[in-house]
């Protein structure tokens, strides 16, 4: 006959061992309760503070006032902080998730980062909150003044215009989340859409033109400062998986022209302070990527009237044209040099001639990569001899 194994309070070999930690939040009356032992490891104030030598010990975190906020950390922020910590430990206990990466999983990382969090702590943090499928990334775009055209021209037929109108209340902020994976946003004939990607189905209309008038022209600075942000704090926390997923859908969203949401904003995104934190393994392969393919090289152009036959490898490239990836493309003869279009839809083309086929490029970053992270774990076993 067989078992089925349950779930047992005992399983957490500490269930029935009384807290010895008290930890002191200044919006909390009582005191949160927790073992030393499960964050000693795992916090570097943790380890550096003063043991009491009977009773329990205090941690006071009442004034503890996180990066960019004015008030000290709440209690909240630290129960989502021990969650994740006991959840390695203890199978009833849940490590907190976040949809998106909003001010919640920002204080979350701030305070983990200003406890000195233990990297391999920060690495499982990291993983829970990139492996959201649908994670997104709120942005808030301020309108205008205040009402749209349409309105205005409408307020004015009506009698409501004249030097002592008052003018139009200031308009609600726009709140967007933008998925950071499987989709691609853009601008086009004023207004904001959206497709899948793979390409799924024909664009999405995210906000009419009507409506998107008075946002149109913040919307970029909007989108970079969002970036900015969580690009500064992840590579200063060292987050290199969250780095490369933000990464990601900023190259993504390069597209030419007037339908990129970011093009315009490209130096506010890589400021000079995400640019100091960005993570060292990241400025290496970016720049071992970058010295072993030089387009500039090989770099030619497509004869005007030319007819190219591609396959599109990527699934962003194909979707921009409304095709799977691996869809064989007949673009129409080339009218612009640099330009693939097939129909309405228009591309940038750019063709380099000679270096490294893609698989070798890839293979050879990756064997630079591999090389340093081996000389690093030797050096590093022989100093701790």
């Given at each position: 006959?067989?078992?089925?194994?349950?779930?047992?309070?005992?399983?957490?070999?500490?269930?029935?061992?009384?807290?010895?930690?008290?930890?002191?939040?200044?919006?909390?009356?009582?005191?949160?309760?927790?073992?030393?032992?499960?964050?000693?490891?795992?916090?570097?104030?943790?380890?550096?503070l003063p043991r009491a030598s009977s009773g329990k010990t205090i941690w006071d975190l009442s004034k503890l006032v996180l990066e960019g906020q004015s008030s000290p950390v709440s209690?909240?922020?630290?129960?989502?902080?021990?969650?994740?910590?006991?959840?390695?430990?203890?199978?009833?206990?849940k490590t907190p998730l976040f949809p998106s990466l909003s001010e919640a999983a920002q204080s979350l990382l701030l305070f983990a980062d200003a406890v000195g969090t233990s990297t391999?702590?920060?690495?499982?943090?990291?993983?829970?909150?990139?492996?959201?499928?649908?994670?997104?990334?709120?942005?808030?775009?301020?309108?205008?003044?205040?009402?749209?055209?349409?309105?205005?021209?409408?307020?004015?037929?009506?009698?409501?215009?004249?030097?002592?109108?008052?003018?139009?209340?200031?308009?609600?902020?726009?709140?967007?989340?933008?998925?950071?994976?499987?989709?691609?946003?853009?601008?086009l004939g004023g207004e904001m859409r959206v497709f899948d990607v793979p390409y799924a189905s024909a664009f999405q209309a995210l906000i009419a033109a009507s409506a998107f008038e008075?946002?149109?022209?913040?919307?970029?600075?909007?989108?970079?400062?969002?970036?900015?942000?969580?690009?500064?704090?992840?590579?200063?926390?060292?987050?290199?998986?969250?780095?490369?997923?933000?990464?990601?859908?900023?190259?993504?969203?390069?597209?030419?022209?007037?339908?990129?949401?970011?093009?315009?904003?490209?130096?506010?995104?890589?400021?000079?302070?995400?640019?100091?934190?960005?993570?060292?393994?990241?400025?290496?392969?970016?720049?071992?990527?970058?010295?072993?393919?030089?387009?500039?090289?090989?770099?030619?152009?497509?004869?005007?009237?030319?007819?190219?036959?591609?396959?599109?490898?990527?699934?962003?490239?194909?979707?921009?044209?409304?095709?799977?990836?691996?869809?064989?493309?007949?673009?129409?003869?080339?009218?612009?040099?640099?330009?693939?279009?097939?129909?309405?839809?228009?591309?940038?083309?750019?063709?380099?001639?000679?270096?490294?086929?893609?698989?070798?490029?890839?293979?050879?970053?990756?064997?630079?990569?591999?090389?340093?992270?081996?000389?690093?774990?030797?050096?590093?076993?022989?100093?701790?001899?």
């Amino acid at each position: 006959m067989s078992r089925v194994k349950r779930r047992r309070s005992e399983d957490f070999l500490l269930a029935n061992v009384p807290a010895d930690l008290l930890i002191i939040t200044s919006d909390s009356e009582r005191p949160i309760e927790a073992h030393f032992i499960v964050l000693l490891p795992c916090s570097k104030l943790v380890r550096d503070l003063p043991r009491a030598s009977s009773g329990k010990t205090i941690w006071d975190l009442s004034k503890l006032v996180l990066e960019g906020q004015s008030s000290p950390v709440s209690s909240a922020v630290v129960r989502q902080w021990l969650s994740h910590l006991y959840s390695r430990v203890d199978i009833a206990q849940k490590t907190p998730l976040f949809p998106s990466l909003s001010e919640a999983a920002q204080s979350l990382l701030l305070f983990a980062d200003a406890v000195g969090t233990s990297t391999a702590v920060l690495r499982s943090l990291c993983d829970a909150l990139t492996s959201q499928p649908g994670l997104t990334l709120p942005v808030v775009v301020n309108g205008g003044a205040g009402g749209t055209a349409d309105a205005a021209a409408a307020g004015g037929a009506a009698g409501g215009g004249g030097a002592d109108a008052a003018p139009p209340p200031p308009l609600p902020p726009l709140q967007l989340e933008l998925v950071l994976r499987g989709k691609l946003y853009y601008v086009l004939g004023g207004e904001m859409r959206v497709f899948d990607v793979p390409y799924a189905s024909a664009f999405q209309a995210l906000i009419a033109a009507s409506a998107f008038e008075p946002y149109k022209a913040a919307l970029s600075g909007a989108v970079a400062a969002a970036l900015e942000g969580w690009l500064y704090l992840a590579g200063r926390v060292g987050l290199v998986a969250l780095v490369r997923l933000l990464f990601d859908f900023f190259q993504s969203h390069l597209l030419p022209g007037h339908a990129s949401m970011i093009l315009d904003s490209t130096k506010a995104v890589l400021s000079r302070r995400v640019l100091e934190c960005m993570p060292h393994e990241l400025l290496v392969e970016g720049f071992v990527s970058d010295r072993l393919w030089g387009p500039q090289l090989g770099q030619a152009d497509v004869a005007i009237g030319s007819q190219l036959r591609l396959v599109m490898r990527s699934p962003h490239t194909a979707a921009c044209f409304g095709l799977g990836p691996g869809t064989q493309l007949t673009g129409d003869a080339v009218r612009q040099q640099d330009t693939l279009q097939q129909g309405a839809n228009v591309n940038v083309l750019r063709l380099s001639v000679g270096g490294l086929t893609p698989a070798q490029h890839q293979q050879a970053v990756l064997a630079v990569m591999q090389q340093l992270e081996e000389e690093e774990a030797g050096s590093t076993a022989g100093g701790s001899k």
